[in-house]
């Protein structure tokens, strides 16, 4: 499904997020901090967004951009071809680096897409060096307020619409909306974050709510 998105990918972020996007991803490499001159990874990289704003802000750092979908990395290279990035297809399941590798490790929209958020975070903590930062960007389900009913239609209806018009697959994105919809609420996922051992664990909401960053301390 990504493999076969990736080629608007970029395009249907900035309008389902009416262009708030880069904007969460800067928060993030903020909050990932600066790796001096070690090895950073950014995990399910997509089309490479978050490893290059990481990169450009501390170029001193070793930066590694990793994604199961070949054709997304494709998309990546092609974009950032004059950044310092090493990009590589990995499982983040099973990923293939030695314990305490990493000074921090990024991802966006990766737990959503995985069979068990604690496993994949298990596996960042171990190749994350002790006082390593994790950063997590992803949605979250809406609290149900005033607004649920209408951000509920727009998921519903409206983003998959959107897929249809702009990436011509409205099927993928019904599924992306519903992998919203369903998965962890804020406060589950950063319990999830320490039963993985993390700690310091906090998250901020954005965009009424639908969107969580969450970040943490390897232990």
Same mark, same amino acid.
């Given at each position: ?13 900035? =309008? ?6 880069? +904007?969460w991803?800067?928060? =993030? ?8 001159? $070690? ?6 990289? $997509? ?27 494709? #998309? ?21 680096? +030695?314990?305490?590798?990493? #000074?921090? =490790?990024?991802?966006?929209y ?5 069979? *068990? ?7 960042? /903590?171990? =190749?994350? +060096? ?7 960007? *992803?949605?979250?389900?809406? #609290? ?18 959107? $897929? ?19 998965? /962890?609420?804020? #406060?589950?996922?950063?319990e ?11 998250? +901020? ?7 969580g960053? /969450?970040? $943490?301390?390897?232990?």
């Open positions: 499904m990504f493999d076969n998105i990736a080629p608007s990918y970029d395009l249907m972020n900035r =309008v389902m997020t009416m262009g708030q996007d880069q +904007k991803r800067r928060f =993030v490499v903020n909050q990932a901090g600066d790796p001096g001159t $070690g090895w950073v990874l950014d995990l399910a990289t $997509g089309t490479g967004d978050i490893a290059a704003l990481m990169e450009k802000q501390f170029p001193a750092g070793q930066h590694l951009g990793a994604d199961f979908s070949l054709n997304m990395l494709s #998309e990546a290279r092609k974009r950032f071809s004059n950044q310092a990035i090493h990009w590589q297809a990995g499982d983040a399941t099973n990923l293939p680096y +030695k314990d305490n590798t990493f #000074e921090s =490790v990024t991802f966006g990766l737990l959503r897409n995985v069979d *068990d958020s604690l496993v994949v975070l298990k596996e960042i /903590h171990r =190749v994350l +060096k002790p006082g390593g930062r994790v950063v997590c960007l *992803d949605t979250t389900p809406p #609290e149900k307020n005033i607004l649920y009913p209408f951000i509920r239609l727009h998921f519903r209806f409206g983003i998959p619409l959107l $897929g249809r018009f702009i990436a011509s697959d409205e099927t993928a994105y019904s599924y992306l909306t519903g992998s919203t919809m369903d998965f /962890h609420k804020a #406060e589950e996922l950063a999830i974050f320490r039963q993985a051992g993390f700690t310091s664990v906090d998250y +901020k909401k954005f965009m009424m709510g639908t969107i960053v /969450h970040w $943490g301390t390897s232990a």
